[in-house]
């Protein structure tokens, strides 16, 4: 890609639902990045507890210090928490980058299917509720296994990075490319994010046939 992306370096990076898996593996890869990291949680302790298992400087605080405190916030929070957490936090986030990467995914004896959202899509709920912010939608397929993993150093893939600001969805890309082996690919407007999202539960399916942590690269671009 020959797009020139900006200067993402100096930016800190805040993390709602900082204390599962994929957002404490994100909290981590972006601390080894050298950037300023908060994982938030409904509860400060917990969150604190959450940094102090990482191998890495990270802060953990209440979910509204953090959206109040980081230059760009992560929504890592599972679905059934992602409408009530992002209501609560409309203020501290406006203005801001929210950057959302929840998956509406439910399980039966099939596997993993996509569940239905009345907005279109999570990312799209996010807009709504945060009508002052930036919200992008991006990180779906990052396996939080390989980024928590100390022996993994890269991890090769692309970040579908979807969006209608185009300095906000620039901004995500370089946040992706951030992360050794981590390739941001602009991926439509915030209108296209539900198939994104849904694509996860095919992810899920394809890692548990082959016992791998599958990710996407886009050709040609």
């Known amino acids: 890609m020959s797009t020139e992306l900006p200067d993402v370096s100096a930016l800190s990076i805040g993390i709602l639902g900082g204390t599962g898996d994929q ?8 601390a080894l990045a050298g950037h300023t990291v ?3 949680s409904r509860s400060a302790e917990r969150a604190e507890a959450a940094a102090r298992e990482l191998d890495v400087a990270v802060r ?7 959206a109040a405190e980081a230059d760009v916030v992560i929504v890592a929070v599972p679905w059934e928490g992602h409408k009530a957490t992002l209501e ?13 990467c929840v998956n509406p995914i439910g399980f039966d ?25 930036k919200v992008v939608a991006a990180f779906h397929h990052v396996s ?12 090769e893939l692309d970040v579908l990075v979807l969006g209608d600001d185009r300095a906000a969805t620039d901004t995500v890309q370089a946040l992706a490319g951030r ?7 602009y991926g439509g407007r915030l209108r ?30």
Do not use: C, M
Not at 109 to 133: I, N
């Open 23 to 30: 957002g404490k593996g994100l909290a981590r890869r972006f």
């Open 38 to 40: 908060l994982i938030g």
């Open 60 to 66: 953990g605080a209440e979910n509204a210090v953090v």
């Open 88 to 100: 609560a936090l409309r203020e501290p986030l406006a203005g801001k980058i929210v950057i959302d």
């Open 109 to 133: 004896a099939k596997g993993a299917y996509p569940l239905p959202v009345e907005e279109g899509s999570a990312a799209q709920q996010a807009q709504a509720l945060l009508p002052e912010s």
């Open 144 to 155: 939080a296994v390989l980024l928590l993993d100390p022996k993994v150093e890269r991890i």
């Open 179 to 185: 992360i050794p082996g981590v390739r941001g690919v």
């Open 192 to 221: 296209n994010a539900g198939q994104i999202e849904a694509f996860t539960a095919n992810l899920i399916s394809i890692n548990r046939r082959y016992k791998a942590h599958a990710g996407l690269r886009v050709t040609d671009v």
